[in-house]
Antibody, heavy 123, light 111 residues
Framework: EVQLVESGGVVVQPGGSLRLSCVGS????????MHWVRQAPGKGLEWVSL????????YYADSVKGRFGISRDNKKNSLYLQMNSLTFEDAALYYC????????????????WGQGTLVTVSS | QSALTQPASVSGSPGQSITISCTGG?????????VSWYQQHPGKVPKLIIY???NRPSGVSYRFSGSKSGNTASLTISGLQAEDEADYYC????????????FGGGTRLTV
């Protein structure tokens, strides 16, 4: 059974930094692109970033480019999101998501979702 | 880049069919067969129900079907059931800039 478990969500002040983590199990972690998707309270889904299985390809939403950094450690089956210069608009539930297709970057099919970790931005 | 455009809400009666549209452009929905759909019940995690425009993952009801015409993708739910009441999101690959994935704004289905 595929499991994705996020952690790291806390209350942070505007301008602050935070690192989210996600541990995957039940699949060959390094075969799959991984994504971060967020959802602000009462709002829709917003794709944030992806990283290919080998870590060579990374992409970001325009809203986070230059402030967020995605990375992975395949030896630890772990995915990370470094979040800097946080604003109120970054407050959301952040989901770690597995891509559906092996060994290519992505076909925008996201088949397994974690439960999410909540980031709150408050002064 | 703006999200893909979906109606904010749709409604239907049990047993009826409904269709949710998802409109993009030639650099996303219209240019590639990489459109997926997700169902999200309140307080729950999103679930993939359609991928690559028309394909259903194993375990997803045959009542869910996807299609595409030009720059608009569609999700059709036939034989509506009360349990179908949820939010639905479309998603597409995009070739614009350094982004890769776009979501629609979501559609609330009321049964």
């Amino acid at each position: 059974e595929v499991q994705l478990v996020e952690s790291g969500g806390v209350v942070v002040q505007p301008g602050g930094s935070l690192r989210l983590s996600c541990v995957g199990s039940g699949f060959n972690f390094d075969d799959y692109t991984m994504h971060w998707v967020r959802q602000a309270p009462g709002k829709g889904l917003e794709w944030v970033s992806l990283i290919s299985g080998d870590g060579d390809s990374v992409y970001y939403a325009d809203s986070v480019k230059g402030r967020f950094g995605i990375s992975r450690d395949n030896k630890k089956n772990s995915l990370y999101l470094q979040m800097n210069s946080l604003t109120f608009e970054d407050a959301a539930l952040y989901y770690c998501v597995k891509d559906a297709v092996r060994r290519i970057v992505s076909t925008a099919s996201l088949d397994q979702w974690g439960q999410g970790t909540l980031v709150t931005v408050s002064s | 880049q703006s999200a893909l455009t979906q109606p904010a809400s749709v409604s239907g009666s049990p047993g009826q069919s409904i269709t949710i549209s998802c409109t993009g452009g030639s650099t996303d929905v219209g240019g590639y067969n990489f459109v997926s759909w997700y169902q999200q019940h309140p307080g729950k995690v999103p679930k993939l129900i359609i991928y690559d425009v028309t394909n259903r993952p194993s375990g997803v009801s045959y009542r869910f079907s996807g299609s595409k015409s030009g720059n608009t993708a569609s999700l059709t739910i036939s034989g509506l059931q009360a349990e179908d009441e949820a939010d639905y999101y479309c998603c597409s690959y995009t070739s614009i800039s350094t982004q890769y994935v776009l979501f629609g704004g979501g559609t609330r289905l009321t049964v």
